[in-house]
């Protein structure tokens, strides 16, 4: 059973940063697709940012391109989102996702991810 941890989220004033990680425990991360997305209240859950197996390839999301950076550790088990420039619109649960696959053919659709995260919350004052 995979179980995918996230920390690293908390108060920042808009414009400050934060860096999220996801650590995974019961399977190591090689060959899997990884992908953070978030939610806030009220609204839908939204993809965020994946990256490939090999970290070769990356995705964002029009609204966080140019602010977040996506990452993984395999040897670490770990995936890191580093959330920079941030704005109050950014405020939101957010969650990592795993799903082994080497590729999704579309990495911004959340039931394409079978393991999910409890989610780390991330406010960020005006």
């Known amino acids: 059973q995979v179980q995918l941890l996230e920390s690293g989220g908390g108060l920042v004033q808009a414009g400050g940063s934060l860096r999220l990680s996801c650590a995974a425990s019961g399977r190591t991360f090689t060959q899997s697709t990884l992908g953070w997305f978030r939610q806030a209240p009220g609204k839908e859950r939204e993809f965020v940012a994946a990256?490939?197996?090999?970290?070769?390839?990356?995705y964002y999301a029009d609204s966080v391109k140019g602010r977040f950076t996506i990452s993984r550790d395999n040897a670490k088990n770990t995936v890191y989102l580093q959330m920079n420039s941030l704005k109050p619109e950014d405020m939101a649960l957010y969650y990592c996702?795993?799903?082994?696959?080497?590729?999704?053919?579309?990495?911004?659709?959340?039931?394409?991810?079978?393991?999910w995260g409890q989610g780390t919350q991330v406010t960020v004052s005006s």
């Open positions: 996702a795993a799903q082994y696959a080497l590729a999704l053919r579309r990495p911004d659709l959340a039931n394409g991810y079978v393991y």
């Open positions: 990256i490939s197996w090999s970290g070769g390839n990356t």
